[in-house]
């Protein structure tokens, strides 16, 4: 254990690289497990922390791993941002939706961890936390889907508000059809033997289908802004 972590920080800039370390540490022993969540000690001590210096800076272990997830949450709307952006660079004839949505699903689908952490955000991480720890995660969630939101609404026809539902729901559908496809390989097993293989889900290509499907059935019109205008203009 290096002797100057064991040190307490004392500047402000100190305290934020401990902070980080912490969290670093956490992300990476998450990311290198089965998908249980690594005790206090196991985190403190990858840190090369006492395990009290960790509850110096997260009320609980929970707390801890509500960031961490914090963190996978914005890489996916850092990504989504530039799914956009890069549909803007797109002649306006050539712009899709719902090539966006399903690059939107492809990131979750690739990232297992986050949607396992994601699923006990609410019953687990969000319970085990204090209250200012929820707000601030909610205020975040609430920011980037803002943001991604606006950004949808600036390139395609429709309200930023049915935009933030679509990213809103959109989430919901594939972490639920996440935990339905999360079965042992003993009732998978069973499943199989008993005819019951249509009710084993294909997570990447149910996720796909149902964000897919919700986009064109619940913004129909979601055309390229420039497009419509365009034909407004007559000059299509």
Known sequence: ????????????????????????????LYLEGDGTLPSAA???????????????????KEALFLEVLRHFQKEWFENNLDVIDQEALRRPEERDSTR??????????????????????????????DDEMVVNQRRFLASMVKRTADALA??????????????????????????????????IKLMEQNALNNLIIDFEEAAEEAVVSYWQVSAPGMKCREMMRKAAEGNC
């Open 100 to 129: 966006v949505a399903r690059q939107f699903v492809q990131y979750l689908v690739k990232n297992d961890k986050f949607l396992h952490l994601a699923s006990l955000s609410q019953g687990v991480l969000e319970s085990g936390s």
């Open 42 to 60: 196991e985190v403190a001590r990858k840190a090369n922390l006492a395990k009290g210096t960790l509850y110096l800076y997260f009320s609980s």
């Open 154 to 187: 600036e390139l395609y026809e429709i309200t930023p508000d049915a935009a933030s539902k679509l990213m809103r729901s959109s989430y919901a559908l594939v972490l639920g059809l996440w935990q339905m496809s999360q079965l042992p390989d003993r009732v």
């Open 1 to 28: 254990m290096e002797q100057d972590n064991l040190v307490r920080a004392r500047s402000h800039e100190q305290k934020l690289k401990r902070r980080a370390d912490i969290l670093e540490a956490a992300r990476k």
